[in-house]
Structure formats: structure tokens, C-alpha cells
């Protein structure tokens, strides 16, 4: 069996964590490259996140440092959420340096892709401001690549302002390149996120499943994204989860813009599930998820890990 290479971008971030464990740990999966983009917390921070985890799941993947800051607008972090570091709650070895190369995020992902002799899929699981400068530097990649399957956005409320998913207001501008890239797009948003719910029986049964069900035990009892009593929230795990198991999904095929300009709505997804704009699809977004099979799905996964 082939496995489907992919590229990750991403700002760890507790439930980034989470994603990049099941993904670095199945066997469908060859990631490529990771990169790091401003997100959750600093460029430095979730860099630094980044090569902390691969130490710990013993893992060899290069990765680059990407966009510091969003195209245009300031930043913003969420370290509310995940705490000072991005990742608190774990007293994590420190990190092989090595991995990191010394070449930008968007030039690494532009080598990785042309290079290739398969089409790679992208995974951004953050703000998309690497993504958007990739396609305006080198839209030569756009031939080699065969999807996007990103979290972030939402069919209706936000989780950062009233409409707003944060990792789409982090960076708007950058949404709305990638949104009108013409490449295939599949949209994993808050939608499906609040039903992909890890409970604390289930929090319970990971801290003893093993060295990395212990790790993510410790980071879901300091992450704020939801309640620890009422089930967490797995995000970023959604994105991974419909790269290998998309009938969990349900999906529908519409069209999806980015509100730039709007005083209270700025960094919104404008998903039209009825078409009133008349404009030609260029989204799959995931709109329910089986919260049942996830839950299952999710678990057999961790235990795939060290």
C-alpha cells in the first residue's frame, strides 16, 4: 500500500500536538516536511513546540520556520488557551536542533513539492499565511499538488469573534489566496470540531494507553478550549481524520470566501450552502461528523504511538 505523502503546516498548540501524534504514527501517511507558521502562540514558540514533540515521538522529519507574522493585518495568539508556551503541561526533553533547516518554510515546501514524484497533499492546521505566500512566490507548485485539507473556518459562529474561527481571522488575506487557489479544498471547521469530543473517561484511559496517551493526559488537563469535564474539543485532529477515514464526515460541495473588510465580521468564512452568490464551488466542507466513530477512531489511533 502507498502511502499518501503530505506536508503539515502548523502552530503547536495543544490540539496541533494531538494531530501531528496520530498522523507521524499511521502508516497511510508520509509526512514530507512540517513547517511552522504565527499562530496559537510566536513563530519561535510553536518552532520550538514542534522540535520538542518529534523528540519525543522519536521521529525524523525536517522542519521550517515560516511567516512570523500575518500578511497584513496584526498578530494575534491564543495562548489563553494553550497556555504561555503554546504546549504547557508536559515537561517535554529539549529539543534536536538538527532537524530544523536553515532554509524558509515556503522555499522547503516549493523543494518538497516540485521534487516529488507523487502529488503531495498540504495539512495546515493553523493560520494559512505560509500557504498563501507559497502560491504567490512559486504557483508552479499548484500542478503538484493534489489537495488541501485545512482546519479552520466555520458555516456559521465563530470561536474568536462573533464569525470568526481563528485560524482564519489570524490571517484573513491569506484564507482568501488559498480559497481562490482553483485547487481541490477540503474545509475540516469549527462545525465538525465542537462534536469531535474526547470525554474525561476517555482522558482517563489515554494517560494510561501510553507515552504519548500519558503526554496528551497532561496537556488536555492544562487546555482551556473546552472543558476537561465536559469533552474536549480535537480541532486540528478533524483536518487528519478525513485524510484517512473521510466517510466519518459529512460533507457538502460549495462555495467559500473570506469577509475582509466588515467591521464585526472580518476573518469570517462566508460558506453558501444555497447558493445565493451563484459563484462556482470551491470547497468540500466537512458539515457533521459521526461523533461515535470519531471517538473510536481517535483512541485506536493513539494507541498506534509510542
Same mark, same amino acid.
Given at each position: 500500500?502507498?502511502?499518501?505523502?503530505?506536508?503539515?503546516?502548523?502552530?503547536?498548540?495543544?490540539?496541533? /500536538?494531538?494531530?501531528? @501524534?496520530?498522523?507521524?504514527?499511521?502508516?497511510?501517511?508520509?509526512?514530507?516536511?512540517?513547517?511552522?507558521?504565527?499562530?496559537?502562540?510566536?513563530?519561535? =514558540?510553536?518552532?520550538?513546540?514542534?522540535?520538542?514533540?518529534?523528540?519525543?515521538?522519536?521521529?525524523?522529519?525536517?522542519?521550517?520556520?515560516?511567516?512570523?507574522?500575518?500578511?497584513?493585518? %496584526?498578530?494575534?495568539?491564543?495562548?489563553?488557551?494553550?497556555?504561555?508556551?503554546?504546549?504547557?503541561?508536559?515537561?517535554?526533553?529539549?529539543?534536536?536542533?538538527?532537524?530544523?533547516?536553515?532554509?524558509?518554510?515556503?522555499?522547503?515546501?516549493?523543494?518538497?513539492?516540485?521534487?516529488?514524484?507523487?502529488?503531495?497533499?498540504?495539512?495546515?492546521?493553523?493560520?494559512?499565511?505560509?500557504? @498563501?505566500?507559497?502560491?504567490?512566490? +512559486?504557483?508552479?507548485?499548484?500542478?503538484?499538488?493534489?489537495?488541501?485539507?485545512?482546519?479552520?473556518?466555520?458555516?456559521?459562529?465563530?470561536?474568536?469573534?462573533?464569525?470568526?474561527?481563528?485560524?482564519?481571522? @489570524? %490571517?484573513?488575506? /491569506? @484564507?482568501?489566496?488559498?480559497?481562490?487557489?482553483?485547487?481541490?479544498?477540503?474545509?475540516?471547521?469549527?462545525?465538525?470540531?465542537?462534536?469531535?469530543?474526547? +470525554?474525561?473517561?476517555?482522558?482517563?484511559?489515554?494517560?494510561?494507553?501510553?507515552?504519548?496517551?500519558?503526554?496528551? +493526559?497532561?496537556?488536555?488537563?492544562? +487546555?482551556?478550549?473546552?472543558?476537561?469535564?465536559?469533552?474536549?474539543?480535537?480541532?486540528?485532529?478533524?483536518?487528519?481524520?478525513?485524510?484517512? =477515514?473521510?466517510?466519518?464526515?459529512?460533507?457538502?460541495?460549495?462555495?467559500?470566501?473570506?469577509?475582509?473588510?466588515?467591521?464585526?465580521?472580518?476573518?469570517?468564512?462566508?460558506?453558501?450552502? =444555497?447558493?445565493?452568490? =451563484?459563484?462556482?464551488?470551491?470547497?468540500?466542507?466537512?458539515?457533521?461528523?459521526?461523533?461515535?466513530?470519531?471517538?473510536?477512531?481517535?483512541?485506536?489511533?493513539?494507541?498506534?504511538?509510542?
Amino acid at each position: 500500500m502507498s502511502r499518501k505523502p503530505i506536508i503539515i503546516d502548523t502552530d503547536p498548540g495543544i490540539d496541533d /500536538a494531538v494531530a501531528l @501524534a496520530i498522523a507521524l504514527f499511521n502508516e497511510e501517511l508520509d509526512v514530507r516536511l512540517i513547517t511552522t507558521v504565527n499562530g496559537n502562540v510566536g513563530l519561535e =514558540k510553536v518552532t520550538y513546540n514542534t522540535l520538542r514533540l518529534l523528540k519525543f515521538f522519536d521521529k525524523q522529519i525536517p522542519v521550517a520556520k515560516g511567516a512570523s507574522t500575518p500578511l497584513i493585518k %496584526d498578530p494575534v495568539d491564543a495562548s489563553n488557551v494553550h497556555g504561555e508556551t503554546g504546549m504547557d503541561g508536559y515537561d517535554f526533553e529539549e529539543p534536536d536542533e538538527s532537524l530544523l533547516l536553515d532554509e524558509h518554510a515556503v522555499n522547503a515546501m516549493h523543494k518538497e513539492i516540485m521534487n516529488s514524484q507523487e502529488k503531495i497533499t498540504l495539512v495546515p492546521i493553523g493560520p494559512l499565511t505560509n500557504i @498563501a505566500v507559497l502560491f504567490k512566490l +512559486y504557483p508552479e507548485v499548484k500542478e503538484n499538488i493534489a489537495e488541501i485539507v485545512l482546519m479552520g473556518g466555520s458555516t456559521g459562529r465563530g470561536n474568536v469573534t462573533v464569525m470568526a474561527e481563528f485560524n482564519i481571522y @489570524a %490571517d484573513p488575506e /491569506a @484564507a482568501k489566496i488559498v480559497f481562490s487557489s482553483g485547487l481541490p479544498i477540503v474545509m475540516a471547521g469549527l462545525d465538525v470540531g465542537q462534536k469531535a469530543l474526547v +470525554y474525561p473517561e476517555d482522558s482517563e484511559e489515554l494517560k494510561d494507553m501510553n507515552d504519548t496517551g500519558n503526554m496528551i +493526559y497532561h496537556l488536555f488537563k492544562k +487546555y482551556r478550549g473546552g472543558s476537561f469535564n465536559k469533552g474536549l474539543k480535537m480541532y486540528d485532529s478533524c483536518a487528519v481524520a478525513y485524510l484517512l =477515514k473521510p466517510n466519518l464526515f459529512e460533507t457538502v460541495d460549495t462555495y467559500v470566501d473570506i469577509e475582509l473588510n466588515a467591521e464585526f465580521t472580518k476573518g469570517a468564512t462566508i460558506v453558501d450552502l =444555497k447558493g445565493y452568490l =451563484k459563484q462556482q464551488n470551491n470547497a468540500k466542507v466537512c458539515i457533521d461528523i459521526d461523533a461515535d466513530e470519531f471517538k473510536k477512531w481517535f483512541m485506536e489511533n493513539i494507541k498506534k504511538c509510542k
